[in-house]
């Protein structure tokens, strides 16, 4: 159910009159006769893909207990025993890593998981860690100590390590807001990790959703929009997306592999304008987008975060997305987020995305900010996401009377 104030999900756009919410979708789908020919899905590719990455998120949320983690105290003890022992040897906080941050006995555990995460349902909760009992330099400490287990290669973390509104001063960027988001990749990751530092007073749910089992619905019902994912080569604006552009879903190595967002094509927030010499969408290709993030909606886990946890997310073969939600300066939505490969278990990538994942890559990250004004500090000395990044606080948001959440 939508928070109060906030837009109910299914008339949300990311960008309103070019990408469809739900209804626009359902409505563009209903028009086509129900003889009309959509094809065969593109030669070499299955008819239906199979294995643990193929998953409808209200079996999972059926049962819980096949993707969350409780710690159990000991393991707890174990953690804050590994906090300790990191700041005995006086580090910056960019130098942890499993061997300065020593788990014993659950540090296997998250190995586990890590594998299940790149070879097994590729959705993981970490659940129970009291995250709120610590300043917040340890709080940084101790996820990135827990991810350094889930992938030991940190990579470029793109805006910064937090999100959260309220706190921002009067720069921040499209992750930033209260608004919520359609099914999207994050810009050049194997793994997406979040950790819920604080809740809103309501919505901003996480969601998820295996692509893989949206192509099996696309395969049967719509195979002329796998085709257009498949096939055609699209352009944006972005680091690692040459001229002649991309494909958006790759068969490779016997999985599904894609990493876009269909707002870049549109441009929004930090991207304010579209590439000009790229067409615009066509009708058919917003049709295609429009049913690829509704039938993803449709297949998705909806994840309520309790503060502690960490979410981990395959963002080679899975997209995720969020609920709008409702702020107070003392009920912040506040997220760690870092992004992981591990060398262990880490393939080969199909070359649009490997091409891109290497742009993006090519700067070591360096850059753990305590909190975020120092990630805003640090946009205005670079320039970085500085141009067209809301020029207000969530506090004057608020002030103003603005509804929070809403798409507008
Ligand atoms: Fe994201």
New binding site residues.
């Given amino acids: 159910m939508a928070a109060a104030g906030v837009l109910p999900y299914e008339l949300y756009s990311d960008a309103p009159g070019f990408l469809f919410n739900k209804v626009e979708w359902e409505k563009a789908n209903a028009s086509h006769s129900q003889e009309a020919d959509f094809g065969k899905v593109p030669e070499g590719w299955p008819k239906k893909i199979e294995g643990p990455l193929v998953w409808d998120g209200k079996d999972l949320e059926a049962h819980p207990e096949t993707f969350i983690r409780v710690l159990s105290s000991d393991e707890i003890v174990e953690v804050d025993a590994a906090l300790k022992s990191f700041v005995k040897l006086s580090l910056p906080v960019s130098e942890v890593t499993r061997s300065t941050f020593p788990l014993p006995t659950l540090g296997p555990a998250l190995r586990q998981l890590s594998e299940n995460i790149y070879n097994g349902t590729g959705v993981n909760l970490l659940r129970g860690f009291p995250i709120q009992n610590y300043s917040k330099e340890h709080q940084a400490t101790i996820f990135l100590g827990l991810n350094s287990w889930i992938g030991d290669q940190r990579l470029s973390q793109g805006t910064g390590l937090h999100i959260d509104p309220s706190k921002r001063s009067k720069i921040f960027v499209s ?1 930033q807001n209260t608004d919520a ?1 359609m099914y ?3 810009v050049a990751a194997d793994i ?1 990790g979040l950790m819920a530092i604080s809740l809103p007073e309501s919505g901003g749910e996480s969601t998820v959703s295996s692509i893989s089992q949206v192509y099996n619905h696309l395969a049967e019902h719509r195979p002329d929009i796998v085709r257009l994912l498949a096939e055609k080569r699209f352009r944006w604006r972005g680091v690692g997306i040459p001229d002649e552009g991309v494909k958006l879903i790759h068969w490779f190595r016997n999985n599904l592999y894609l990493n876009f ?1 269909t707002r870049t094509f549109i441009g929004f927030a930090e991207v304010p304008d579209r590439d000009p010499d790229y067409p615009s969408l066509t009708l058919e290709e917003r049709e295609a987008f429009g049913g690829f993030n509704w039938i993803a909606e449709q297949y998705s886990l909806s994840t309520a975060l309790q503060v502690g946890d960490i979410e981990w997310v395959n963002n080679l073969h899975h997209q ?3 609920r709008g939600y409702t702020e107070s300066l003392s009920s912040p939505r506040h997220l760690l ?1 870092v992004w992981l490969r591990d060398s262990e278990f880490a393939g080969e990538l199909p070359a649009d995305i490997q091409n891109k994942f290497d742009a993006v890559q090519s700067q070591p990250p360096d850059f753990y900010p305590l909190d975020e004004l120092e990630e805003d500090e640090r946009r205005r000395q670079t320039g970085v996401f500085t141009a067209a990044c809301k020029d207000e606080t969530a506090q004057e948001r608020l002030e103003k009377g603005e509804v929070v959440g809403a798409n507008n």
């Fill in positions: 992750a988001q999207h990749s994050d997406v967002s995720h997305a969020r987020r």
